[in-house]
């Protein structure tokens, strides 16, 4: 296994667009670490995955989408590098930046997943480093959250802002680096995660192995969001929500939580169809 290379596990899907901005970060961030970059495409009809393969990276193209969970352990398998970097398209990289994460994470054996401070093209904060929410804290943000976004349990759902190093129980998907061997004992990313929540489910994981989930503040990215989701924002409601209530029966399981389950369901299923109305209302004025 070598310690020494940095493995950029990058999952592209019309991604296009983000890539040559992510393409030219990436040595940069790594160095003085060497770099191996495995592509898993899920089904691309752009030419992102030509533009991986002339940077240098090996790609694989899939005949069908099998989500992002799956297609990170697909890369993964790939590489014999003993930290994973699983970073967006969309994300551009600082210099030093993922090789300040490693020097982090080599301060203690037992940081299994690490990730920056994240912010946004404008320079503003996005949230990462936050908490599993509560049942009511959940709810409360699901109801408040598009319609008054200070609210309290908002707040609390995106976490508060670390100034060191710090443990959290999440950290944002779009930026996360893995030690290989805490990877390997959980058995990498939950595949039933076609998208969304994945990061999260995966640092449960990790605490319920001994991991540490560790967030960095002193090292920063800048992320564009949306990314390969752009191109289908109906999906993306679709997919968020019956994510968030996979995550919630697997964090509650075997808890007397499980019991709300069914209202967690028919509340998600409501707001679901709110969010699809007002997307395809926005999306509707915008063309016109």
């Not at 667009?17 to 003085?32: G, H």
């Not at 912010?119 to 049942?135: K, Q």
């Not at 976490?159 to 190093?165: D, F, H, N, P, S």
Request: charged share 25%.
């Amino acid at each position: 296994m070598r310690d020494k290379t940095v493995g950029v596990l990058l999952i592209t899907y019309q991604s296009a667009e983000d890539l040559p901005t992510f393409l030219e970060s990436i040595e940069a961030a790594v160095q003085p670490l060497e770099l191996d970059i495995v592509c898993v495409d899920n089904t691309s009809t752009d030419d992102g995955p030509e533009l991986v393969e002339k940077f240098g990276g090996r790609v694989t193209r899939n005949r069908r989408n099998v989500g992002l969970a799956a297609a990170i352990n697909q890369a993964a398998a790939q590489t014999d590098a003993e930290w994973l970097l699983v970073a967006n398209p969309d994300t551009k990289l600082a210099p030093g930046s993922i090789s300040a994460l490693v020097e982090t994470a080599r301060s203690d054996e037992q940081i299994g997943m690490i990730g920056p401070r994240i912010a946004r093209l404008d320079g503003t904060l996005y949230p990462s480093g936050r908490a599993f929410p509560s049942l009511l804290v959940g709810i409360a943000h699901a109801l408040l959250g598009g319609v008054w976004p200070s609210n309290p349990a908002t707040r609390r759902y995106f976490g508060r802002q670390v100034t060191e190093v710090s443990d959290v129980d999440w950290i944002s998907g779009c930026c996360m680096l893995f030690r290989r061997e805490a990877f390997d004992a959980v058995h990498g990313f939950d595949e039933r995660y076609f998208l969304y929540f994945e990061e999260t489910k995966m640092a449960l994981d990790m605490h319920r192995n001994g991991w540490r989930v560790v967030l960095d503040p002193s090292v920063e990215i800048r992320h564009r969001e949306g990314g390969s989701m752009r191109s289908a924002p109906l999906r993306k409601v679709r997919t968020h929500h019956r994510s968030a209530l996979r995550f919630y029966c697997d964090y509650h399981r075997g808890t007397p939580w499980m019991l709300f389950s069914p209202l967690v369901a028919a509340g998600l299923v409501v707001r679901g169809v709110l969010a699809a109305a007002r997307t395809t209302i926005t999306g509707r004025l915008a063309r016109n």
